[in-house]
C-alpha cells in the first residue's frame, strides 16, 4: 500500500532527510550556510558517483560511437568570447531598493488588478506552481482594502521582463508588498570572474566555466586527430559548472555550482538530424527509466522556433515533475555549425574533419544532450521517496518512509545483518559474507538493534536488499534470508544464487 507524499511537503521532506542521513548538507553551514551552494555527504556522494558511473557506462563506454573527456575548468578566455558567453550570458535580474533583495526578472510575475474596467493596482508573485492563485487571492485582499466595489476581472500574469516602463513604480516588491522599489531589469552576467597569474589586471581575468561544453568544443580537433573517430561521433564530459545565479533556489534544482554531463554528437551537415535528435530523445529517456525514473514523471518541452538561438535548428527539453513542478531535467539541442565556426574564426584553427565515407571535408554540425548531475539526483530522490506502512515484528503495520532507488544507482546495495550480535558464530559468518560482497559492491554491516529497526534504518536510505544471517543459515543448509525493500518480502538463498541475483538486478542482465 502506497501513498505518494503530498507534493507540497515533498520538497521540505527531501531536504530533511537529506540532512538527517547524510546525502546532502548546505554548503559551510557552520557559518550559517553559503546560498547556492551545496555539499555532499556520505551518501550523497555515492549516489551521485552511481548516476555519474550509470551515465558514463552507458554513453561512453557501451557505445562504441563516443569518447570520453576531462578538460580544464579555466580555460583561455578567448573561448567564452568565442562561444558568446563573455557577451551574452546573462539573465534579466529586477533588485528591490528598500530590501535589497535580487529577483530574476523572468521569474517574477505582477498583474493589473482592474474592477470594472479600472485598474486599482497591481500585484506580484514569484514563479511557483500557486503563482496564479497566489496572485489572485492577493488581487481580492487588493480590492478589499480598496474597498472597491465591482467586477474583478481576471488576473492576466506577465513576467517582468515584459513590464513596460510606466509599470515599473507600480508593481509591488515581493518582498515588502508595497510598490515604488523595483528596478527596470537589467543584465545580469552570470559567469565567475578570476585572475590568473601575478598580475591583477584586466589581461588576467579568467571564467570559471559556466558548462562543459566549451571544453568538448575547444578539444575537438584533439580528439579527431588521436583518435580513431568518424562521422557521426560523440564527445563526452562530466565535471562542474558554475553560474552566479541570482536566484538559487529549490535545493539543488538551481545551484551556483553544479556538475553537468554533457555530449556533442557531431554529425554531417547534410545528415537527417530530425531523425537523429529524436534518437537522442529517445536514448535519453530510455537512460533516465534506467536509473529509475517514472515514464510518467517525464514530458517533452519543444522550444518555439522563434525563441530559438538564431543558429539553432531545434531544442526540447526532457522535463521532470520535482516537488516544486515540471521543470527541465534535460536539454537536447541541434546547435548546427555554429561552435565549431566561432571556434575556427577566433583561433584562426581549422575545425574540418575529412569523411572518409564521402570523401568530403567540412565543418560537422552538432547535437548536444546535455544534463545535470544535480538535478538528476534531485528527480531520483523525487521519485524514490515514498511513504507507506508495512508489518512490524508483532504484525502491526507501522509507517515507513521508504527510498526506492533503483538497485544500479542505489548507495548501498544490500546491508549483511547478523541476527544476534552476542553469537560469535553469526557475526563471524555475517563478516565474512559482508567482507566477500564488498569485493564487489558498496555494501553496509548492521549489528545493533532488533532486526526490524535494521530493515528500517536501511530502507530510509534506499538500500534494496537486506541479507540476514541466522541459526539455519549456520546449523542447516548454509542459506541466508534476502529481504528485498519494496516488497518486505523475504525468502532463503543460497551464497552462489544471491550473488547471481545482485549481479542481475544491480550491474543488469548481460544479454
Ligand atoms: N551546454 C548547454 C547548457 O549548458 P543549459 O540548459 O544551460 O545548457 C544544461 O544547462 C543542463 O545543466 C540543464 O538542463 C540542467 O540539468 C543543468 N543546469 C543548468 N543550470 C543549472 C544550475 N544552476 N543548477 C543545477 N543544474 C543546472
Same mark, same amino acid.
Given at each position: 500500500?502506497?501513498?505518494?507524499?503530498?507534493?507540497?511537503?515533498?520538497?521540505?521532506?527531501?531536504?530533511?532527510?537529506?540532512?538527517?542521513?547524510?546525502?546532502?548538507?548546505?554548503?559551510?553551514?557552520?557559518?550559517? !550556510?553559503?546560498?547556492?551552494?551545496?555539499?555532499?555527504?556520505?551518501?550523497?556522494?555515492?549516489?551521485?558517483?552511481?548516476?555519474?558511473?550509470?551515465?558514463?557506462?552507458?554513453?561512453?563506454?557501451?557505445?562504441?560511437?563516443?569518447?570520453?573527456?576531462?578538460?580544464?575548468?579555466?580555460?583561455?578566455?578567448?573561448?567564452?568570447?568565442?562561444?558568446?558567453? %563573455?557577451?551574452?550570458?546573462?539573465?534579466?535580474?529586477?533588485?528591490?531598493?528598500?530590501?535589497?533583495?535580487?529577483?530574476?526578472?523572468?521569474?517574477?510575475?505582477?498583474?493589473?488588478?482592474?474592477?470594472?474596467?479600472?485598474?486599482?493596482?497591481?500585484?506580484?508573485?514569484?514563479?511557483?506552481?500557486?503563482?496564479?492563485?497566489?496572485?489572485?487571492?492577493?488581487?481580492?485582499?487588493?480590492?478589499?482594502?480598496?474597498?472597491?466595489?465591482?467586477?474583478?476581472?481576471?488576473?492576466?500574469?506577465?513576467?517582468?521582463?515584459?513590464?513596460?516602463?510606466?509599470?515599473?513604480?507600480?508593481?509591488?516588491?515581493?518582498?515588502?508588498?508595497?510598490?515604488?522599489?523595483?528596478?527596470?531589469?537589467?543584465?545580469?552576467?552570470?559567469?565567475?570572474?578570476?585572475?590568473?597569474?601575478? %598580475?591583477?589586471?584586466?589581461?588576467?581575468?579568467?571564467?570559471?566555466?559556466?558548462?562543459?561544453?566549451?571544453?568538448?568544443?575547444?578539444?575537438?580537433?584533439?580528439?579527431?586527430?588521436?583518435?580513431?573517430?568518424?562521422?557521426?561521433?560523440?564527445?563526452?564530459?562530466?565535471?562542474?559548472?558554475?553560474?552566479?545565479?541570482?536566484?538559487?533556489?529549490?535545493?539543488?534544482?538551481?545551484?551556483?555550482?553544479?556538475?553537468?554531463?554533457?555530449?556533442?554528437?557531431?554529425?554531417?551537415?547534410?545528415?537527417?538530424?530530425?531523425?537523429?535528435?529524436?534518437?537522442?530523445?529517445?536514448?535519453?529517456?530510455?537512460?533516465?527509466?534506467?536509473?529509475?525514473?517514472?515514464?510518467?514523471?517525464?514530458?517533452?518541452?519543444?522550444?518555439?522556433?522563434?525563441?530559438?538561438?538564431?543558429?539553432?535548428?531545434?531544442?526540447?527539453?526532457?522535463?521532470?515533475?520535482?516537488?516544486?513542478?515540471?521543470?527541465?531535467?534535460?536539454?537536447?539541442?541541434?546547435?548546427?555549425?555554429?561552435?565549431?565556426?566561432?571556434?575556427?574564426?577566433?583561433?584562426?584553427?581549422?575545425?574540418?574533419?575529412?569523411?572518409?565515407?564521402?570523401?568530403?571535408?567540412?565543418?560537422?554540425?552538432?547535437?548536444?544532450?546535455?544534463?545535470?548531475?544535480?538535478?538528476?539526483?534531485?528527480? %531520483?530522490?523525487?521519485?524514490?521517496?515514498?511513504?507507506?506502512?508495512?508489518?512490524?515484528?508483532?504484525?502491526?503495520?507501522?509507517?515507513?518512509?521508504?527510498?526506492?532507488?533503483?538497485?544500479?544507482?542505489?548507495?548501498?546495495?544490500?546491508?549483511?545483518?547478523?541476527?544476534?550480535?552476542?553469537?560469535?558464530?553469526?557475526?563471524?559468518?555475517?563478516?565474512?559474507?559482508?567482507?566477500?560482497?564488498?569485493?564487489?559492491?558498496?555494501?553496509?554491516?548492521?549489528?545493533?538493534?532488533?532486526? !526490524?529497526?535494521?530493515?528500517?534504518?536501511?530502507?530510509?536510505?534506499?538500500?534494496?536488499?537486506?541479507?540476514?544471517?541466522?541459526?539455519?543459515?549456520?546449523?542447516?543448509? !548454509?542459506?541466508?534470508?534476502?529481504?528485498?525493500?519494496?516488497?518486505?518480502?523475504?525468502?532463503?538463498?543460497?551464497?552462489?544464487?544471491?550473488?547471481?541475483?545482485?549481479?542481475?538486478?544491480?550491474?543488469?542482465?548481460?544479454?
Amino acid at each position: 500500500m502506497t501513498a505518494p507524499a503530498a507534493s507540497d511537503h515533498l520538497m521540505e521532506a527531501i531536504v530533511g532527510l537529506c540532512k538527517r542521513r547524510g546525502f546532502i548538507f548546505p554548503s559551510s553551514e557552520i557559518y550559517g !550556510g553559503y546560498n547556492g551552494f551545496y555539499d555532499y555527504g556520505p551518501l550523497g556522494v555515492e549516489l551521485r558517483n552511481n548516476i555519474k558511473k550509470a551515465w558514463w557506462r552507458d554513453f561512453v563506454q557501451c557505445r562504441d560511437d563516443i569518447e570520453g573527456l576531462d578538460s580544464s575548468i579555466l580555460m583561455h578566455p578567448s573561448i567564452w568570447k568565442a562561444s558568446g558567453h %563573455v557577451d551574452g550570458f546573462s539573465d534579466p535580474m529586477v533588485d528591490c531598493k528598500e530590501s535589497k533583495l535580487r529577483y530574476r526578472a523572468d521569474q517574477l510575475f505582477f498583474a493589473p488588478v482592474i474592477v470594472d474596467g479600472a485598474t486599482i493596482g497591481y500585484v506580484s508573485v514569484l514563479e511557483s506552481p500557486e503563482q496564479q492563485s497566489q496572485a489572485e487571492a492577493a488581487a481580492q485582499t487588493l480590492k478589499r482594502k480598496a474597498a472597491a466595489v465591482g467586477e474583478l476581472a481576471p488576473i492576466e500574469l506577465k513576467d517582468y521582463t515584459e513590464a513596460q516602463p510606466e509599470e515599473y513604480a507600480l508593481v509591488p516588491s515581493p518582498a515588502t508588498g508595497k510598490p515604488g522599489s523595483l528596478t527596470p531589469p537589467r543584465e545580469f552576467k552570470l559567469m565567475f570572474e578570476t585572475k590568473v597569474g601575478p %598580475v591583477a589586471d584586466d589581461s588576467a581575468t579568467a571564467y570559471l566555466r559556466p558548462e562543459t561544453a566549451q571544453g568538448i568544443f575547444a578539444n575537438y580537433k584533439n580528439v579527431v586527430d588521436t583518435g580513431r573517430v568518424k562521422i557521426p561521433f560523440g564527445i563526452a564530459q562530466i565535471g562542474k559548472a558554475f553560474r552566479n545565479e541570482i536566484t538559487p533556489r529549490n535545493f539543488i534544482f538551481r545551484s551556483r555550482e553544479f556538475e553537468q554531463m554533457e555530449i556533442e554528437y557531431f554529425i554531417a551537415p547534410d545528415a537527417d538530424w530530425k531523425t537523429l535528435h529524436r534518437e537522442w530523445l529517445d536514448a535519453c529517456i530510455a537512460w533516465l527509466v534506467s536509473i529509475g525514473l517514472p515514464r510518467t514523471a517525464i514530458t517533452e518541452d519543444i522550444h518555439p522556433q522563434d525563441k530559438l538561438a538564431f543558429y539553432s535548428q531545434a531544442t526540447t527539453d526532457l522535463m521532470f515533475e520535482f516537488p516544486h513542478g515540471e521543470q527541465e531535467l534535460w536539454g537536447i539541442a541541434c546547435r548546427g555549425d555554429y561552435d565549431l565556426k566561432q571556434h575556427q574564426t577566433h583561433s584562426g584553427k581549422s575545425m574540418e574533419i575529412f569523411d572518409e565515407a564521402s570523401k568530403r571535408k567540412y565543418v560537422p554540425h552538432v547535437i548536444e544532450p546535455s544534463l545535470g548531475v544535480d538535478r538528476t539526483l534531485l528527480a %531520483v530522490l523525487t521519485a524514490a521517496y515514498t511513504e507507506d506502512e508495512v508489518s512490524n515484528d508483532k504484525g502491526k503495520l507501522e509507517k515507513r518512509l521508504v527510498m526506492k532507488f533503483s538497485p544500479k544507482i542505489a548507495p548501498y546495495k544490500a546491508a549483511v545483518f547478523p541476527l544476534l550480535k552476542n553469537k560469535p558464530e553469526l557475526v563471524e559468518r555475517a563478516q565474512k559474507l559482508y567482507r566477500r560482497l564488498q569485493r564487489r559492491w558498496n555494501v553496509f554491516y548492521d549489528a545493533s538493534g532488533a532486526i !526490524g529497526r535494521r530493515y528500517r534504518r536501511q530502507d530510509e536510505i534506499g538500500t534494496p536488499y537486506g541479507i540476514t544471517i541466522d541459526f539455519e543459515t549456520i546449523e542447516k543448509d !548454509g542459506t541466508v534470508t534476502l529481504r528485498d525493500r519494496d516488497t518486505c518480502e523475504q525468502r532463503r538463498v543460497t551464497e552462489s544464487e544471491l550473488f547471481e541475483f545482485l549481479e542481475q538486478q544491480i550491474d543488469g542482465p548481460l544479454d
